[in-house]
Structure formats: C-alpha cells, structure tokens
C-alpha cells in the first residue's frame, strides 16, 4: 500500500493518457514483432510437425532436435546468440514501416524459439482428429498434402487455436527481452524514462500497456473460437460464454462443447 | 463372360507377426454384388482396404479396371506406386466406412461435392446440382445445408454412400455399413445399398446382414482365418452350405 501512496501518480497519468509519438513507435514495435514472430512461429511449428509425422526417420530426427534445443535452452541465450552471430538485414515497407536490424534478430529469434513450442501444439492438434479423417480423404482421391490442407488442418485448428492464444499472450509479454539487444520497444521506451529520472512508475505504466495489449488480445481470440465453433457444427456459444471460459480454465472445460 | 472390375490374386498381409490374410484371391465382374462374410477377425475388413490401398499388401497383387493398386511393375518386381497414381486409383473406388468418417466441418452437400470439385476439378455448380440428385435419391433433399453432428447415424452413413457415389466409381466398396448404427435405422441404409445393387452398381459388400445378404447378393464369400473358405450363391449359402466352418458360422448367426 505504502508503494502505491507514494507514488507519482502523474507519470503514471502522462504515460497512460498523453504518450508521445517515441512511445507510439515503441508500441507499434512490439506489436508487430509479436505478430510476426507469433506468425512464423506458426509456420515452423507446422513444418516441424509435418516433419515429426513424417516417414522419413531424418527428418523426424531434425524435428526432434530442433525442439529439444530451442525450448530447453532459455530465449534470453538464444537472441543473444542470434544477435551476435548472424548480421540480420533491416526491411523497408512502403514509407511507414521499417524493420530495423535488431528488430529482424529479434523477429528471427522469438520466431524460432516460438516454432518450438508450437509444433507440440499444431501435433497435439492433428493428432486429436480421429483416422478415419485422413483415410476418408485419402479414399476420395486426395493426397496427402490435400488431405491435410482441407479436411484434418480446419478440423484441428479448433483444437490449436486455444492454446496459441496462450502463446501469443506470452509472446507480447516476451517481446520485453529484445530491450536487450537495443529494439527500441515497450520496455525499452519504460527504460529510457526510468533512466532519465530514477522513478519507478514508469514501469507500472508499461506494466499497464502490456495488460491492455493481452486484454484486447483476449477478445480477438475469443471471437476467433466463436467463428471457428460456429463452421464447425452451425452451433456457437455466445462471446459472453467464450470470454468466460478464456477467462476462467474450469469454465472452458465446463462450457466445451461436447462432440 | 463378363468384364473383371477387381482381380485379386494370392493377396497376404500381415501386421507385424500376426499374418491377417494367408492367400486370397477373388475376381468381381461388372454389375455384381458380392457379400463378404464371415467371423470378426477372419481379415474380411483388412482385404477391403487393401483393395483401395488403405492397407499396404506383403505381397499377391489386386488390380482394379486392369490397373495394379498400389504397386507398379519395375524389371519384373512389384515396387510401390507413387503418392499421385494411388490417389487417382482411388478416385475411381467407393468406400463407405464403418464409421462414416464424414468431414464434420462440411455440411451434407460441402461433403458431397468436396471431392468432385477438389479432386476431380468438376465447376461448383455440376458438382452441386449432382450431389443434390444424390442426396434426394438417398433420402436427404431437405438436409443439404446440415452438418453431420447434427445427423443420426443412418442418415450420416446415407450422406457417405453419396459423398462415394458422386466420384462416379467403377467399384463401391462398403466395410460393414451398418454395424455402427441403431437397429431401428439399419434398414434405411440397406435399402439404399440394395437399390444400388438393383441398378447394377458393382459393389463388394463386408456385412453380418445375413438378410441383406440373402436378398441383394448375386455372390457370397465366406472368409476364416484370412481365407477364403467356400463362395457361392446366396441360395447355395443359405440353404446348402458345404464347408463345416460356414455351417457352424451361419448356425450361430442366423
């Protein structure tokens, strides 16, 4: 309580109600490094799943390791790593967006680090789809590739998005760590202001920033399950209902509908 | 003597040291309808599926149409066909599942067409207007739009005898069709087979329907322990069978 009293509620205020431009840019930086990340992520962790379902023993093999390193080792070592290893390139989008070079490392980073995680994820996912999906499709003439892409990935991404949900919430939170490769995002911004004047709040204001960034992201992926149940079987829970059960474990497992 | 649909000849397969088919060897000619019987675990479902390749056979061969499943011939050796041929073999082979195994995320008539349209690359809309004649004619013109979860079990394995029938296959195989169902809805889905029988679609039935059997079959093959043990017709089988195996079998089931 005493900490609260005494703080200095108005750069609290400042932060939250009038931030700057340098603050926008910081924001606009750890947006879309997470959805980048969080986007490639996906794309490993369905080719490293692919590859761990796959006849061919070497890939399973690579499949394997590449997990093995990149979720037992801590991502802090791995973007220090990769930053002081490889010379990543800076894009340019149009006249608004550019990538800086740091910000490529860590893209490149949260990215791999992310595949990791969610090949166990998108596996668990089409692993949950019954056999007799793929031999139905199969029996119709479609091949593998096919198979997957129109009958068991839809059916599993029920299944993924969940959990990828959690992921990306956590991925919004770990973007906080590129600070350290000097990506001027979130944190860094906070940084730089506890810097200049050696007071705390401005951690609690960033702290705050994040909270509304998975707040928003809660009723994105709430919205996502909505849409996703509704193709499934023509029947959805209303967005109430998903909020809740997002919000609460017990009520996603209460509220789930039941095959 | 009329024209061979699915040859088959010495067919074995094992799983792992358990050999589930010792030898089989059966020809369908065109417009018939064979009922295979016989006891759970005599390998009557396994030989289905190696006729569409599902299950990958040690050795023997199956053709289809004149075409080898599965395998092509390589300097006089049997090697495994690629990906893209075994998966045009198939188009041309119906399979009905026990389990429907219908794509819950498609309505009735998104299963129906999937195939044709995704496959076979026939315009949305011929696939769509044939898919709906196939729908009525099994029963379901007024569960188009539904999703299978929302279907009873008779009316799902209907959707799937028409989701096959839309690729136009020269062979209908049917793994124990109604052996998931209610008893009360077995019948609307054994009518549907038998009318297909009627119109002279050729079809390999694997059934524990002796009635279905008795009416819709032209042939009865009798499986044990991964053999073909006696083949006849119905009347043959129901009335005067030779074999031992069949007569204790038909005792205890009928």
């Given at each position: 309580?005493?900490?609260?009293?005494?703080?200095?509620?108005?750069?609290?205020?400042?932060?939250?109600?009038h931030p700057g431009n340098v603050f926008a840019r910081a924001l606009w930086l750890t947006v879309y490094i997470s959805v980048v990340s969080q986007a490639l992520g996906v794309a490993l962790g369905l080719v490293a799943a692919l590859m761990r379902m796959s006849r061919l023993a070497p890939l399973r093999w690579l499949s394997?390791?590449?997990?093995?390193?990149?979720?037992?080792?801590?991502?802090?070592?791995?973007?220090?790593?990769?930053?002081?290893?490889?010379?990543?390139?800076?894009?340019?989008?149009?006249?608004?967006?550019?990538?800086?070079?740091?910000?490529?490392?860590?893209?490149?980073?949260?990215?791999?680090?992310?595949?990791?995680?969610?090949?166990?994820?998108?596996?668990?996912?089409?692993?949950?789809?019954?056999?007799?999906?793929?031999?139905?499709?199969?029996?119709?003439?479609?091949?593998?590739?096919?198979?997957?892409?129109?009958?068991?990935?839809?059916?599993?991404?029920?299944?993924?998005?969940?959990?990828?949900?959690?992921?990306?919430?956590?991925?919004?939170?770990?973007?906080?760590?590129?600070?350290?490769?000097?990506?001027?995002?979130?944190?860094?911004?906070a940084n730089a202001g506890y810097s200049n004047t050696l007071k705390s709040e401005y951690f609690i204001a960033v702290a705050f920033w994040y909270l509304m960034l998975t707040t928003v992201w809660t009723f994105i992926q709430a919205w996502i399950e909505r849409r996703l149940a509704k193709s499934e079987r023509g029947e959805?829970?209303?967005?109430?209902?998903?909020?809740?059960?997002?919000?609460?474990?017990?009520?996603?497992?209460?509220?789930?509908?039941?095959? | 003597?009329?024209?061979?649909?699915?040859?088959?000849?010495?067919?074995?397969?094992?799983?792992?040291?358990?050999?589930?088919?010792?030898?089989?060897?059966?020809?369908?000619?065109?417009?018939?309808?064979?009922?295979?019987?016989?006891?759970?675990?005599?390998?009557?479902?396994?030989?289905?599926?190696?006729?569409?390749?599902?299950?990958?056979?040690?050795?023997?061969?199956?053709?289809?149409?004149?075409?080898?499943?599965?395998?092509?011939?390589?300097?006089?050796?049997?090697?495994?066909?690629?990906?893209?041929?075994?998966?045009?073999?198939?188009?041309?082979?119906?399979?009905?599942?026990?389990?429907?195994?219908?794509?819950?995320?498609?309505?009735?008539?998104?299963?129906?067409?999937?195939?044709?349209?995704?496959?076979?690359?026939?315009?949305?809309?011929?696939?769509?207007?044939?898919?709906?004649?196939?729908?009525?004619?099994?029963?379901?013109?007024?569960?188009?739009?539904?999703?299978?979860?929302?279907?009873?079990?008779?009316?799902?394995?209907?959707?799937?005898?028409?989701?096959?029938?839309?690729?136009?296959?020269?062979?209908?195989?049917?793994?124990?069709?109604?052996?998931?169902?209610?008893?009360?809805?077995?019948?609307?889905?054994?009518?549907?087979?038998?009318?297909?029988?009627?119109?002279?679609?050729?079809?390999?039935?694997?059934?524990?329907?002796?009635?279905?059997?008795?009416?819709?079959?032209?042939?009865?093959?009798?499986?044990?322990?991964?053999?073909?043990?006696?083949?006849?017709?119905?009347?043959?089988?129901?009335?005067?069978?030779?074999?031992?195996?069949?007569?204790?079998?038909?005792?205890?089931?009928?």
């Open positions: 309580m005493h900490v609260l009293v005494a703080a200095d509620w108005h750069i609290i205020w400042l932060r939250i109600f394997g390791i590449y997990v093995w390193i990149f979720r037992g080792t801590p991502l802090l070592v791995q973007i220090f790593f990769i930053y002081t290893t490889f010379n990543t390139p800076s894009f340019q989008f149009g006249k608004f967006w550019a990538i800086p070079a740091e910000a490529t490392t860590g893209i490149l980073a949260l990215s791999i680090n992310e595949g990791a995680y969610m090949r166990e994820i998108i596996r668990a996912g089409i692993d949950s789809i019954d056999r007799g999906q793929m031999e139905a499709a199969k029996s119709l003439g479609m091949r593998y590739g096919q198979a997957m892409r129109r009958i068991i990935l839809p059916q599993a991404a029920r299944v993924i998005v969940p959990p990828l949900g959690n992921e990306f919430n956590n991925m919004m939170k770990n973007t906080s760590l590129v600070f350290t490769i000097g990506v001027y995002e979130l944190f860094a911004d959805e829970l209303s967005l109430r209902e998903r909020l809740g059960a997002a919000w609460n474990p017990a009520g996603a497992w209460l509220g789930a509908p039941h095959r | 003597m009329s024209e061979v649909v699915m040859h088959a000849t010495d067919v074995h397969k094992s799983f792992g040291k358990l050999e589930v088919l010792k030898g089989v060897s059966l020809d369908v000619t065109k417009g018939e309808t064979l009922c295979i019987i016989g006891p759970s675990g005599s390998g009557k479902t396994t030989f289905i599926r190696c006729i569409n390749h599902l299950e990958k056979i040690d050795s023997g061969r199956i053709e289809v149409n004149g075409h080898l499943i599965g395998y092509r011939e390589r300097n006089g050796r049997l090697v495994e066909d690629s990906e893209r041929n075994i998966a045009r073999r198939r188009t041309e082979i119906g399979m009905v599942f026990q389990r429907f195994n219908l794509f819950p995320h498609k309505t009735a008539l998104e299963n129906v067409t999937e195939a044709p349209v995704h496959v076979l690359g026939q315009k949305k809309d011929q696939a769509t207007s044939f898919a709906k004649a196939l729908l009525e004619r099994v029963g379901l013109a007024d569960k188009l739009d539904t999703y299978p979860g929302k279907l009873s079990g008779g009316q799902q394995q209907r959707v799937a005898i028409a989701r096959a029938l839309a690729m136009g296959p020269s062979l209908m195989l049917f793994d124990e069709p109604t052996s998931a169902l209610d008893p009360e809805v077995t019948g609307e889905v054994l009518s549907v087979i038998e009318e297909l029988a009627r119109a002279g679609t050729t079809m390999i039935v694997v059934t524990h329907e002796m009635g279905f059997a008795r009416k819709a079959a032209n042939r009865v093959v009798m499986m044990d322990d991964g053999l073909i043990i006696e083949e006849g017709t119905p009347e043959h089988f129901f009335v005067d069978p030779t074999h031992e195996r069949t007569k204790q079998f038909l005792s205890k089931i009928l």
